[in-house]
């Protein structure tokens, strides 16, 4: 069983930066692929970034690939998304998610493990 617990949601304006941040429990972090999907109101949950545990190969969504960075340390059990040039369209719930030996898939159901989500919300 893994626990994770987003933070770094906020409130910014348009052209602004946020990061989060997703604390993972467990002793086995390195072995998992973490990802961010970001779900806005009446809408579908979406893919936004990934990274894969050992490579630490990443993956982009079109909609934040230049804007948005992931990254990962391991020492920490955390995963980081760095948002910048922030946009209203940006303004969604974000979820931090885990898969075992993942291999940084972009659709909602490789994912077992989810957090609590945080919101990220950009004026204009």
């Known amino acids: 069983q893994v626990q994770l617990v987003e933070s770094g949601g906020g409130l910014v304006q348009a052209g602004g930066s946020l990061r989060l941040s997703c604390v993972a429990s467990?002793?086995?972090?390195?072995?998992?692929?973490m990802a961010w999907f970001r779900q806005a109101p009446g809408k579908e949950r979406e893919f936004v970034s990934s990274?894969?545990?050992?490579?630490?190969?990443?993956y982009y969504s079109d909609s934040v690939k230049g804007r948005f960075t992931i990254s990962r340390d391991n020492a920490k059990n955390t995963v980081y998304l760095q948002m910048s040039s922030l946009k209203p369209d940006d303004t969604a719930v974000y979820y931090c998610?885990?898969?075992?030996?993942?291999?940084?898939?972009?659709?909602?159901?490789?994912?077992?493990?989810w957090g609590q989500g945080t919101q990220v919300t950009v004026s204009s």
């Open positions: 990274i894969i545990g050992n490579s630490g190969s990443k």
């Open positions: 467990g002793r086995t972090f390195s072995t998992y692929a």
């Open positions: 998610a885990a898969q075992l030996y993942g291999r940084g898939a972009d659709y909602a159901s490789a994912y077992i493990y």
